[in-house]
């Protein structure tokens, strides 16, 4: 839980999942960002930072590696082209089906690891942890829900965050 005292509201930033609509997110982002007085970034604004699916990406983008709107939505463009590739081939629409998998995860599971190793300098990225050390009260948090596709009805719902949760 997030104590903001009596200093001001809580201010969360949600972010769905599902291709187009993380570009709407970002370029609505973007327009708020520019119009707006501070031309403050997500990560500055925002106490937390939330997403599902795709969103949970953007949200890791924006708040942990506290990426700008810009170089966000750019590297989200990028990114959707290997992952949700125009054609499958047979092979891959028939792994699709088998697995009961929407898309195959291994081009996003590529491209973040790609993403970690540009943003923050490492050569082993799958070592990067989501939880930051240095995440204080007055630092953007970043969660992540995350369901397995396979048999999805029977799983709960796992939550990936980049600070440690204080007891209720």
């Keep these: ?90 092979t891959e629409w028939i792994k699709v089906g088998w697995s009961g998998q929407k898309w195959n995860s291994e081009p996003l599971e590529n491209c973040i690891k790609k993403l970690i190793s540009e943003t923050l300098g490492t050569n082993k990225p799958e070592d990067i942890m989501l939880l930051d050390d240095s995440v204080t009260d007055n630092n953007c948090k970043v969660f992540v829900v995350a369901v397995s596709t396979v048999g999805a009805n029977n799983h709960e719902p796992v939550l990936f965050r980049s600070y440690v949760s204080q007891p209720a």
């Design 1 to 90: 839980m997030i104590d903001t005292g009596d200093r001001r509201p809580l201010r969360v930033l949600s972010l769905d999942g599902g291709g187009v609509r993380g570009i709407a997110a970002l370029k609505l982002l973007k327009k708020i960002k520019d119009e707006g007085p501070s031309g403050k970034q997500p990560c500055e604004v925002f106490d937390m930072i939330a997403g599902t699916s795709i969103g949970g990406f953007i949200a890791i983008m924006l708040g942990r590696l506290k990426m700008t709107v810009e170089k966000c939505l750019e590297k989200y463009i990028e990114f959707m082209k290997i992952v949700f590739p125009d054609k499958y081939t047979l």
